[in-house]
C-alpha cells in the first residue's frame, strides 16, 4: 500500500475534515499507521463509533479512482501540503486542505491572485462591473480567483481571460465533475489558461455544506478578496468573513441605497471590515508591492505591463479635456469604432484616467483631481 494511496483513502472516510486529517497525520506519523491503527488508537483520541466504523473500512477503490483520474491527463495533478506546487499562502491558512486536485497550470497556484465573488443573480451593472475590473487587473499581473458560479463569479473568470490573464476556479465538487453543467464551455476555457482547484476527491457532487468550504479556499488562494454586488444573507459574505480571519484584504464595491445586492457590500464597508472601492487602481494602490510575477522556462508567461501606454488609449485622453464631452465628439476626434472608444472609456474609467458625467459625457481627471 502506498502512501498516496492510504492519504486518500483516509481523505474519503466520511466525517474526516482538514482538521482532523492533520491531527490523526500528527497522532499516528502517516496515513498508514492512521488507517491501522485500529479501535483501541482511534479511541484514543476520543473519535465515536460512528467515525471509527468509518476508519475500520476505507474507499481503497475510491482512492485507486483518485489515482486513476491523475494519471488520465497530463494537466491533472494531486498535491499534498509538502509539494512544491501545493500553493504557500493555502498552506498558511487555519484548516488548509490536506489534499488538492488540480486541472489546468497548478504553477500559477503560486501567482498573485484577488478572488472576486458576489451575487449569483447579479444587476446588470454588477456583472459588468465583475467583468471589467478583473479585466483590468489581470493586466495588472493579479490572477482571478473565483468560484465557476453563475453571475459574478463567471463574469469574473470571463474578465481575466478576455483581459489576457489567468484566472483560477474553486470547486465544490470532485475534479472529475462540474457545477453548474452550463458552465462546462467557461471551465474548458479555464483549463486552458489556468486552473481548476478542488479538495473533493473523483465523484464527489456539490452540497449546500460543500461551497463555504470552497470559499476559504478562494480566500486563502490570493491577497485579498473583492466582493462586487451580495446580499445580507451571500455566500459572498462567508469568503469575506474568510478573508479577515486569513489576515487577507478584503474589498467592496458600494451600490445604489435601493439595490438590495448592494447592502452586503455596504455592511462590509460600515463596520469597517472591508476598503470602499471605486476603481481598480483602489485595490493595486493596497498591493503593490506583491505585484512581481515570476517568470519561468516552464510556463513561458508573460504579463501585460500596464505602465505601456497603448496609442488608441492615448487618442482617447487627448480627445478629453476639463469639460466634458459626449461618446459622439470623442469619435469624431480619434475615428476610432464606437464599440472601440466604449470599451476604451470604461477602462480608463476604471483607471481613474476619466470621469463619467451626467448625460453619457466624459471628462478626463487630471492628476490635481485624484489627489
Known amino acids: 500500500m502506498s502512501d498516496t494511496r492510504a492519504r486518500l483513502a483516509l481523505w474519503r472516510v466520511p466525517g474526516i475534515g482538514p482538521q482532523l486529517y492533520q491531527a490523526l497525520m500528527e497522532r499516528f506519523g502517516s496515513a498508514r499507521a492512521a488507517l491501522a491503527a485500529g479501535p483501541l488508537g482511534w479511541q484514543s483520541m476520543g473519535l465515536d463509533d460512528r467515525l471509527r466504523q468509518a476508519l475500520a473500512a476505507p474507499d481503497w ?25 501545493y500553493p504557500s499562502r493555502l498552506a498558511e491558512i487555519p484548516a488548509a486542505p490536506p489534499v488538492l486536485f488540480v486541472v489546468g497550470d497548478r504553477e500559477l497556484l503560486a501567482y498573485p491572485q484577488l478572488g472576486i465573488v458576489g451575487s449569483r443573480k447579479p444587476t446588470a451593472g454588477g456583472r459588468q462591473t465583475a ?24 463574469a469574473a473568470h470571463d474578465g481575466a481571460l478576455d483581459g489576457g490573464g489567468y484566472t483560477i476556479a474553486v470547486t465544490a465538487t470532485g475534479p472529475d465533475r462540474l457545477y453548474p453543467a452550463r458552465n462546462r464551455d467557461l471551465a474548458r476555457r479555464i483549463r486552458g489558461n489556468g486552473a481548476i482547484v478542488t479538495e473533493f476527491p473523483t465523484g464527489v457532487t456539490a452540497r449546500p455544506d460543500h461551497f463555504p468550504r470552497r470559499n ?33 484584504e478584503v474589498f467592496a464595491i458600494p451600490g445604489s441605497i435601493h439595490n438590495p445586492l448592494a447592502k452586503g457590500c455596504h455592511r462590509l464597508i460600515r463596520l469597517g471590515q472591508a476598503k470602499l472601492v471605486e476603481q481598480a487602481a483602489d485595490i493595486l494602490e493596497e498591493i503593490p508591492a506583491q505585484l512581481s510575477l515570476p517568470e ?23 480627445a478629453l479635456g476639463h469639460d466634458p464631452v ?16 466604449s470599451s476604451i472609456l470604461l477602462i480608463l474609467e476604471l483607471q481613474g484616467h476619466v470621469t463619467a458625467a451626467p448625460g453619457g459625457r466624459y471628462a478626463r481627471s487630471w492628476p490635481e483631481d485624484r489627489k
Not at 71 to 83: M, T
Not at 222 to 244: D, F
Not at 296 to 318: F, I, K, N, Q, Y
Open 216 to 248: 476559504r479556499i478562494i480566500s486563502g488562494l490570493g491577497l485579498g478578496v473583492l466582493v462586487v454586488e451580495a446580499g445580507l444573507r451571500s455566500g459572498s459574505l462567508i469568503t469575506a468573513r474568510y478573508a479577515l480571519d486569513q489576515g487577507r
Open 61 to 85: 477503490a475510491g482512492a485507486d479512482r483518485d489515482l486513476a483520474w491523475e494519471r488520465s491527463a497530463e494537466d491533472h495533478a494531486i498535491l499534498f501540503p509538502e509539494h512544491p506546487d
Open 326 to 341: 459626449t461618446l459622439d465628439t470623442v469619435l469624431q476626434r480619434t475615428g476610432l469604432t464606437p464599440e472601440a472608444v
Open 296 to 318: 519561468t522556462e516552464t510556463t513561458g508567461r508573460s504579463r501585460v505591463d500596464s505602465a505601456m501606454p497603448d496609442p488608441d488609449h492615448t487618442a482617447v485622453l487627448e
Open 131 to 154: 467583468h471589467d475590473f478583473a479585466a483590468h487587473l489581470a493586466t495588472a499581473g493579479l490572477g482571478i480567483t473565483s468560484g465557476l458560479a453563475l453571475g459574478v463569479d463567471s
